[in-house]
């Protein structure tokens, strides 16, 4: 379960608690907001659940109580009464109990057929949600008709809430009314990428059938999105207009930059050829022409990219050093001094190229460039490789900066101690050492003294201080 909806689910038994345990004076929760529909579910399942352990099957007064009661009996009699809550209402239609099911759904076409605007805008998302109930393929014979040819449908398709988005998308393709243009642009415009393929898929197929049209393309190949961007330049060939697929081999995207580079073979062309020129060229060198020509060079191309770790562009330097790591390339003795680099990406970048040898690299050495005065960004270069080697100078490295100005490196220094232990696993550091003692010592305060006890005990080491007493 994704964060966002747990935090839904938390919000809706919250509310039920709220209201249950409020007495008489309890009241129907605030309309949630579009999305929410995890929330109402939860509500339902919770205001059951307390009836049942608290109330029994007693009737309760409130008709919101009433339309969650665990006796179909009362939830039937309750969608009889004023205006059952919308929300509740949807989900009693795909209620287990026959009756109970159809009482809601002659309420709910009720609903719609006196407000079909608003009630379809409020309830779609929450009624695609319940049609994957046992009692739920209603929901996927009503929503066509209902929305079909409404305003609705077109504000549906910019929802919040992806299934509703999606749903609304397909709904809208079935009516064939979109042009090729259109298409393009709402792939385009798009910031759901299955969404996008969606529109992508429809977009292409129109020309498929119709031939090609520029504006379309540039649309797709304009897009934000990768997934777009890369299924436009595939159709290009297909189109008969492969040669302008070379224009994007230096795209920022690995995916359109790969659909590209087929393109241009299919074509007869020379990708590796194209990116050498590039490359070898000041005015036209870019990062992603590096990247690029590293995603289809081989290891006798590292001198080039080596000869790149002293260009004056950031960028250029980060990505010459992630293609040699590409190329599996590394060369200890050229990448350590770029630790020091200017440039955040281009320390972070040669960090990571670093990891494999971070065992090589002196301890002493790299905790010099962890000391305060050092730009954060070799700070946190270092001690990422200082973590890569592990043992004593690993936690050594950690202990040390859980007490730091900066707090993504204390952040970063907590979780690695943590990750030291693990009932299932034997701890990475030496026995009886007093050293690993004395750093224990330090960082109690992560960790109950339970686990601080059998760590202890593991390395042979004998009782500390308490967790009151550590960090």
């Known amino acids: 379960m994704g964060a966002r909806r747990e935090r839904a689910v938390l919000a809706g038994r919250e509310s039920a608690s709220r209201l249950m345990h409020g007495g008489?004076?309890?009241?129907?929760?605030?309309?949630l907001p579009e999305g929410?529909?995890?929330?109402?579910?939860?509500?339902?399942?919770?205001?059951?659940?307390?009836?049942?352990?608290?109330?029994?099957?007693?009737?309760?007064?409130?008709?919101?109580?009433a339309l969650c009661h665990p006796d179909g009996h009362v939830r039937e009699d309750a969608?009889?009464?004023?205006?059952?809550?919308?929300?509740?209402?949807?989900?009693?239609?795909?209620?287990?109990?026959p009756a109970v099911r159809e009482q809601a759904r002659r309420v709910l076409l009720g609903a719609m057929a006196a407000d079909p605007a608003g009630t379809l805008r409020r309830l779609t998302?929450?009624?695609?949600?319940?049609?994957?109930?046992?009692?739920?393929?209603?929901?996927?014979?009503?929503?066509?008709?209902?929305?079909?040819?409404?305003?609705?449908?077109?504000?549906?398709?910019?929802?919040?809430?992806?299934?509703?988005?999606?749903?609304?998308a397909r709904l809208?393709?079935?009516?064939?009314?979109?042009?090729?243009?259109?298409?393009?642009?709402?792939?385009?415009?798009?910031?759901?990428?299955?969404?996008?393929?969606?529109?992508?898929?429809?977009?292409l197929?129109?020309?498929?059938?119709?031939?090609?049209?520029?504006?379309?393309?540039?649309?797709?190949?304009?897009?934000?999105?990768?997934?777009?961007?890369?299924?436009?330049?595939?159709?290009?060939?297909?189109?008969?207009?492969?040669?302008r697929a070379a224009e994007h081999l230096t795209d920022r995207s690995g995916l359109v930059r790969a659909c590209a580079r087929w393109a241009v073979r299919q074509d007869g062309g020379d990708p590796y050829g194209r990116y050498?020129?590039?490359?070898?060229?000041?005015?036209?060198?870019?990062?992603?022409?590096?990247?690029?020509?590293?995603?289809?060079?081989?290891?006798?191309?590292?001198?080039?990219?080596?000869?790149?770790?002293?260009?004056?562009?950031?960028?250029?330097?980060?990505?010459?050093?992630?293609?040699?790591?590409?190329?599996?390339t590394t060369d200890i003795a050229l990448l350590r001094p770029l630790l020091d680099d200017p440039s955040a990406a281009v320390?972070?970048?040669?960090?990571?190229?670093?990891?494999?040898?971070?065992?090589?690299?002196?301890?002493?050495?790299?905790?010099?460039?962890?000391?305060?005065?050092?730009p954060v960004h070799t700070r946190r270069a270092a001690y990422r490789l200082l973590h890569e080697q592990g043992g004593v100078a690993g936690l050594r490295a950690a202990v040390e900066l859980l007490a730091d100005d900066d707090p993504t490196l204390r952040r970063t220094a907590a979780q690695h101690v943590q990750s030291l232990w693990s009932p299932y696993r034997p701890l990475a550091l030496p026995l009886r050492d007093p050293e690993v003692g004395a750093l224990l010592d330090r960082c109690t305060g992560l960790f109950s003294d339970w686990v601080i006890r059998q760590m202890r005990s593991r390395l042979g080491l004998p009782a500390g201080p308490s967790t009151a007493d550590g960090y």
């Open 24 to 31: 008489e004076s309890g009241h129907t929760p605030e309309p």
């Open 36 to 65: 929410s529909v995890h929330t109402w579910i939860a509500f339902d399942q919770a205001v059951r659940e307390i009836q049942r352990r608290h109330h029994g099957t007693a009737p309760d007064g409130r008709p919101v109580v």
């Open 79 to 97: 969608l009889r009464g004023a205006d059952p809550v919308p929300e509740l209402l949807a989900i009693r239609c795909t209620d287990w109990v």
């Open 125 to 168: 998302p929450l009624l695609l949600r319940l049609a994957r109930r046992e009692h739920g393929a209603w929901v996927l014979e009503l929503l066509p008709l209902a929305l079909r040819g409404t305003q609705v449908q077109a504000e549906l398709r910019a929802s919040a809430d992806l299934p509703t988005r999606r749903y609304a």
């Open 172 to 203: 809208s393709l079935e009516t064939g009314r979109f042009g090729v243009r259109e298409l393009a642009r709402l792939a385009a415009a798009e910031l759901d990428p299955q969404t996008g393929q969606l529109w992508a898929d429809a977009a």
């Open 205 to 243: 197929a129109s020309m498929a059938a119709d031939g090609p049209d520029d504006e379309a393309f540039a649309s797709l190949l304009g897009s934000h999105s990768p997934a777009v961007r890369a299924a436009g330049v595939t159709a290009l060939r297909r189109a008969g207009w492969a040669a």
């Open 276 to 328: 050498r020129e590039l490359v070898e060229d000041p005015g036209r060198i870019t990062p992603y022409a590096v990247t690029g020509f590293a995603e289809c060079a081989g290891r006798g191309d590292a001198p080039l990219l080596r000869g790149l770790l002293a260009h004056p562009d950031n960028a250029v330097r980060a990505a010459a050093v992630g293609g040699l790591r590409l190329l599996d």
């Open 347 to 374: 320390a972070r970048e040669a960090s990571l190229s670093l990891r494999a040898s971070a065992g090589q690299l002196p301890a002493d050495w790299l905790r010099a460039r962890m000391e305060p005065g050092r």
